[in-house]
């Protein structure tokens, strides 16, 4: 066979001209990115009362990877959360929020950020343009829920978290919630049954 088909520089370059124009471009997904946000999130939640380390969180995520300074930069705002620099690692999750749209995740934090400082009226106007957007979902249904709680429109706040129950009635944090609110609002009947759910 190979003498009959030599391997001539004309013939490599025919193979290699074949092989760019049947090949399939590598698309890329974006799961990485919220899979290795979601676990430095994870780390920050479980943390305690341990000081937060940007080493620590980045544990495990390959320092290579094409979006591992997006990774480095949450990793940096939730470190910056942690110590109490809250403007700080507000910019920070705003810049990459907006970088990264599609990353609920840092959205999400930024929006906690906001409710840590007391900023409800921006938070409202970014669920306005999320809902302009259609880009609504279950977290930004539960960062509404605590922005009408941190603005004393209690009512609202557990209507709109009972109508999130609704939809994830396995939802332990919720009915947790729950129970907590109604137990503040004096609504002992919906106390019980919530805690009945959560315990």
Do not use: C
């Amino acid at each position: 066979w190979a003498r009959s088909h030599p391997i001539t520089n004309e013939r490599i370059a025919d193979i290699s001209q074949r092989t760019l124009i049947t090949q399939k471009p590598v698309s890329k997904h974006g799961y990485e990115l919220a899979f290795d946000i979601l676990k430095v999130y994870q780390r920050a939640s479980i943390a305690n009362n341990d000081p937060l380390t940007k080493k620590a969180l980045l544990k495990s995520i390959d320092p290579l990877s094409a979006h591992y300074s997006i990774v480095s930069m949450f990793a940096q705002a939730l470190v910056n959360q942690a110590d109490t620099h809250m403007e700080i690692a507000q910019a920070q999750l705003e810049k990459l929020s907006l970088a990264n749209p599609n990353a609920g995740l840092i959205w999400y934090q930024w929006m906690q950020s906001l409710l840590q400082q007391g900023k409800t009226q921006a938070v409202f106007e970014q669920l306005k343009l999320r809902k302009e957007y259609r880009a609504v979902n279950n977290l930004s249904l539960w960062i509404k829920t605590q922005a009408l709680r941190k603005n004393n429109e209690n009512a609202a706040s557990i209507s709109s978290l009972i109508e999130l129950l609704e939809e994830y009635p396995t939802w332990l944090l919720g009915w947790q919630t729950l129970a907590d609110w109604s137990a503040k609002d004096q609504r002992l009947q919906l106390n019980h049954v919530a805690k009945a759910r959560w315990q």
